[in-house]
């Protein structure tokens, strides 16, 4: 969700990658949560950590407390950020939980791009 969200609110302007260290399917309610958005995630695939070995970012932004822990260090030393989000799929309040995760998701990022808009400008 994040993935798709951070590209959705930039207009494609931010490159984004998503990935785990025990990816599972995507769920059914983030593809139906993120549908009511606009922002379609049938094409969408979880993918783990790995696929990104070697890979340059200027930031990282892990949602896990799990994956912070285990995140592998990316080439150039990119911006270290850490939301702590729960696993709304660990949680029994099923669509609304996921629905609560993507309204903190876009309120982050929403943050995030006044954030790297404001670095770009200054540098």
């Given at each position: 969700?994040?993935?798709?969200?951070?590209?959705?609110?930039?207009?494609?302007?931010?490159?984004?990658?998503?990935?785990?260290?025990?990816?599972?399917?995507?769920?059914?309610?983030?593809?139906?949560?993120?549908?009511?958005?606009?922002?379609?995630?049938?094409?969408?695939?979880?993918?783990?950590?790995?696929?990104?070995?070697?890979?340059?970012?200027?930031?990282?932004?892990?949602?896990?407390?799990?994956?912070?822990?285990?995140?592998?260090?990316?080439?150039?030393?990119?911006?270290?950020?850490?939301?702590?989000?729960?696993?709304?799929?660990?949680?029994?309040?099923?669509?609304?939980?996921?629905?609560?995760?993507?309204?903190?998701?876009?309120?982050?990022?929403?943050?995030?791009?006044?954030?790297?808009?404001?670095?770009?400008?200054?540098s």
């Open positions: 969700m994040a993935e798709a969200l951070l590209r959705d609110r930039s207009g494609g302007t931010v490159r984004a990658a998503s990935a785990g260290s025990r990816p599972k399917p995507i769920h059914p309610y983030a593809v139906s949560v993120m549908a009511a958005r606009g922002i379609d995630l049938s094409g969408a695939r979880s993918k783990h950590l790995d696929e990104f070995s070697g890979q340059r970012f200027d930031d990282v932004i892990t949602l896990c407390d799990r994956v912070k822990e285990v995140c592998p260090e990316f080439p150039g030393h990119p911006r270290p950020v850490h939301w702590s989000i729960p696993d709304p799929a660990a949680d029994p309040d099923g669509q609304l939980a996921v629905e609560r995760v993507a309204d903190d998701l876009d309120r982050r990022i929403g943050f995030l791009l006044h954030t790297l808009t404001a670095v770009k400008e200054s």
